[in-house]
């Protein structure tokens, strides 16, 4: 506070956003020419298929163009009709593939602790049209699959999940891409597997993994199973070129991803106010996100103040996910007196924090040098904000 300049001259963005050596890129794409095969089905994208299966020590990897379309995709693998359950704590993708789909979400509230949804909040929603509970495994840490399994063995609802954060994550010793029915990933460029745009579906069902592989592709040709409705999800070879050094790279950027999470564990925990979302170190993670939550009582202003103080030191953190999915249209004006306590409470707390290819060890401690001044100073910015508001309402 009080400085002219801000913390950092450039915008410094949430996401993972590795990029790949410009050598790598070359020789990746170099090959892709001297072929001139650029999509259906070519050598790098059956390769990738194979090395992701290889690495989540998964039967079947089926990749395609994004994480929406493979979730529509397994919507309709799956056979799904009627309802989903599904939280609206995720980013909207996930319920906005479920209406493409056909089908009908029903907000479940989540857990405040794990931010996951659990058998509890689920249990009561289960309708008789319901076909199937949509499961997020939010920053990596994973839903309690145990309970759930449980739940579809007593009343054949079927689960499946979104994994979108949890790529290389292990859960009860075995990597997340081989729980429930499936599981899908996205390898958008602001997630640790890369591929620009892209992502995949896993299971261990061979009949499944069939219809997924037939459903990717509109063609007869690629016909392996009867399908109800197919779609062109045919991911490209330039983007299994990218996914593919992403893959080869990952390891180091899980190290890079760990030293900037404990750098910042280092800076801000114990900080009265600030709660750091935290990992099971018993098991594998990725370290994709930093994500805390800010209660406005203890830390002196809310969320949203705060990150109204990281903006103005160009600071891109964000307020993942705000809003909550059911107070968003097409969802907004037909579940208005829905109430998901928990959701809304953690939608006003949490805030994702850079970390990633475009971060660094110094750049950690000068977001977190800002988030420690702006606690120090809270009394005073909290002064300033209701002083800009009684402005604004002028
Ligand atoms: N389920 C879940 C739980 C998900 O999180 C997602 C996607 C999905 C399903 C659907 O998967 P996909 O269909 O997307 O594969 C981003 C991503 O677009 C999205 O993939 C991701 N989740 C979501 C959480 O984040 P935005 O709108 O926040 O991205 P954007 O453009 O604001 O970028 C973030 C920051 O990164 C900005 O500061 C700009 C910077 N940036 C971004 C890109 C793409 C760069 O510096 N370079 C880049 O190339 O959605």
Not at 11 to 30: D, I, N
Not at 220 to 230: C, D, F, H, N
Not at 304 to 311: A, F, H, K, M, S
Not at 350 to 370: E, N
Request: positive net charge; hydrophobic residues 40%.
């Amino acid at each position: 506070m009080g400085e002219t300049s801000p913390a950092f001259a450039e915008p410094l963005p949430v996401g993972q956003l590795y990029f790949p050596s410009r050598k790598k890129f070359r020789q990746a794409f170099e090959g892709i020419f001297k072929r001139r095969f650029f999509t259906n089905h070519g050598p790098l994208v059956t390769k990738l298929d194979q090395e992701v299966a290889g690495y989540l020590g998964v039967r079947h990897a089926v990749c395609v163009t994004n994480g929406t379309v493979a979730l529509m995709a397994a919507c309709k693998a799956l056979d799904l009709s009627g309802s989903v359950i599904v939280p609206s704590f995720t980013f909207p993708a996930t319920v906005q593939a479920l209406v493409w789909a056909g089908l009908e979400p029903i907000f479940c509230d989540i857990d405040y602790n794990t931010h996951c949804i659990n058998y509890k909040q689920v249990l009561p929603l289960i309708r008789n049209d319901t076909s199937a509970i949509l499961g997020v495994h939010v920053w990596g840490r994973p839903c309690d699959t145990d309970s759930l399994d449980r739940l579809s063995g007593k009343t054949g609802v079927k689960i499946f999940y979104d994994a979108c954060h949890a790529f290389g994550v292990s859960h009860k010793q075995k990597k997340i891409g081989n729980f429930g029915e499936l599981e899908i990933f996205s390898f958008h460029a602001t997630k640790i597997l890369s591929s620009a745009e892209g992502g995949c579906i896993t299971t261990n069902n061979d009949e499944l993994a069939s219809r997924l592989r037939t459903i990717r592709n509109f063609h007869s040709a690629y016909t392996e199973a009867v399908s109800p409705l197919r779609i062109n999800g045919k991911m490209t070879e330039a983007q299994a070129a990218l996914a593919l050094i992403s893959l080869d790279q990952h390891q180091a950027h899980v190290v890079n991803n760990k030293k900037q999470w404990l750098r910042y564990v280092q800076r801000l925990d114990n900080l009265p106010g600030l709660r750091i979302v935290k990992f099971n170190d018993r098991e594998t993670q990725n370290y994709q996100y930093f994500v805390c939550q800010i209660n406005e009582n203890e830390f002196g202003i809310s969320r949203d103040q705060l990150l109204q103080v990281l903006q103005a030191e160009n600071i891109q953190a964000r307020r993942y996910f705000y809003p909550a999915v059911h107070r968003l249209e097409p969802f907004a004006s037909r579940f208005r007196d829905l109430m998901l306590p928990e959701t809304e409470k953690l939608c006003r707390e949490v805030i994702q924090l850079p970390l990633g290819g475009r971060c660094s060890l110094s750049a950690v401690d000068k977001v977190s040098k800002t988030i420690c001044r702006a606690r120090y100073h809270s009394a005073k910015l909290k002064k300033y904000f209701s002083h800009k508001s009684l402005l604004i309402s002028q």
